[in-house]
């Protein structure tokens, strides 16, 4: 495929708003995970909380759009001069001309929560603002509606919802949108925020550590929840150039059709996803020098990401998870590893696996526990989602 260039990106997670503060924390191994204090959740576990998100609300004509999730997607347009980058690439394409494909799995469902405890106890109707805003904030368009709204952008827009592969999977649909020749550019991203569901749905399935996440780690006891707004400007390479900037070289998609919530045993489905990825880029296995696994710290997760990557790979290139950084952020967690990625590429930068004292002896890749520095030019970034939605993306420097 034509490499797609990242031309500007940036990324708000429970460790501040933007690149920087998310590097810094990288560097000095620094979580932000902490103990659960979301609303009135009485759960042991940790989350990756996004701090201000209760204390504003949106306004100036955005007041419809007005939920958690949708403010936090604001916040995440306002980082790293992004909507600067946007409103350049407009003069360059038309605003028609530029795609919007975002990702999310849960939406403003915490509007409807609220919503349903705010419910008449004679007649069980909800409230009538609820109602009036369902489309704009529920609704599980609201996210790519919204962006392109403060974008200013009347290109193609939808929005993917394949659980935590769901911000990995449109970089894929933006580079067959480009290449169909349906627009120019993409703005591609992913914006999930904490609600009741997630919190209360992930420990009714026992998947909830108590304490910070410790992926790989032999006495792991489960995933960290987290919410997170990433977004990437994606060009054509032979549009913009762009030597030695971070590109898009290949993605791949599979699905493994086996469990609703447990990945295929073998690690299939993930191993036709990674070499459909690497087809895609032209690039062999042994060119890549990083892995960010998916590495949601769940005994079964972990165990078949291994498998798959030691399938392909072998005990070569260097493995990590960087949830122990920000938690698992579900529909986000594709742009939130996929810009880590670009960052460790530009900055030579590989983060050792946050909190993992003790590798799992029964995982052969070679998994870091420890950050390492220096050149590095191909990074696979691995997402795998419930109900066996999976996808690898390639990315690496021109």
């Not at 759009?65 to 995440?76: E, I, M, P, S, V």
């Not at 919007?100 to 603002?129: F, K, N």
Request: hydrophobic share 35%.
């Amino acid at each position: 495929m034509t490499p797609l260039v990242l031309s500007a990106y940036t990324l708000v997670t429970a460790n501040g708003r933007g690149i920087g503060p998310i590097l810094q924390a990288l560097c000095e191994r620094r979580s932000a995970l902490r103990p659960c204090d979301f609303e009135d959740v009485a759960l042991k576990s940790y989350i990756g909380r996004i701090a201000g998100l209760e204390d504003f609300s949106l306004d100036h004509g955005l007041e419809r759009f007005d939920c958690r999730n949708n403010r936090l997607a604001w916040l995440g347009l306002q980082q790293d001069g992004f909507m600067v980058a946007v409103a350049e690439a407009k003069q360059r394409y038309g605003a028609h001309r530029i795609a919007v494909v975002m990702g999310t799995s849960t939406s403003g469902i915490l509007e409807t929560e609220h919503a349903y405890r705010a419910r008449d106890p004679d007649t069980t109707t909800l409230p009538d603002s609820y109602n009036a805003r369902y489309r704009y904030t529920h609704n599980m368009f609201s996210l790519g509606r919204f962006v392109r709204s403060c974008l200013g952008l009347e290109g193609p827009a939808m929005v993917i919802s394949t659980a935590c592969s769901s911000s990995a999977k449109v970089f894929a649909t933006a580079s067959r949108l480009i290449q169909a020749g349906l627009c120019d550019a993409a703005i591609v991203g992913g914006v999930d925020s904490l609600c009741l569901t997630t919190l209360y749905g992930f420990s009714a399935l026992q998947l909830l550590s108590s304490g910070p996440c410790r992926p790989c780690d032999e006495d792991r006891d489960g995933l960290s929840l987290g919410e997170a707004a990433g977004y990437v400007l994606l060009e054509s390479s032979e549009r913009v150039g762009g030597h030695g900037a971070v590109a898009l070289l290949g993605y791949g998609e599979s699905s493994d059709g086996y469990h609703m919530s447990h990945p295929h045993p073998d690690g299939a489905g993930a191993v036709r996803a990674i070499r459909d990825s690497l087809q895609r880029a032209g690039i062999r296995p042994e060119q890549v020098e990083y892995i960010n696994l998916h590495g949601t710290a769940t005994v079964a997760n972990d165990r078949v990401e291994d498998k798959a990557v030691y399938s392909v790979f072998g005990a070569r290139p260097a493995c990590s998870s960087t949830k122990g950084w920000t938690g698992h952020t579900l529909g986000a967690a594709g742009i939130t590893e996929a810009v880590i990625s670009a960052l460790c590429l530009r900055h030579g930068l590989i983060p050792g696996t946050l909190n993992c004292r003790r590798v799992d002896p029964v995982l052969k890749s070679r998994i870091l526990k420890e950050n390492q520095s220096g050149p590095l030019s191909c990074v696979v970034s691995n997402i795998f989602g419930f109900g066996g939605n999976n996808c690898s993306l390639v990315l690496g420097k021109l």
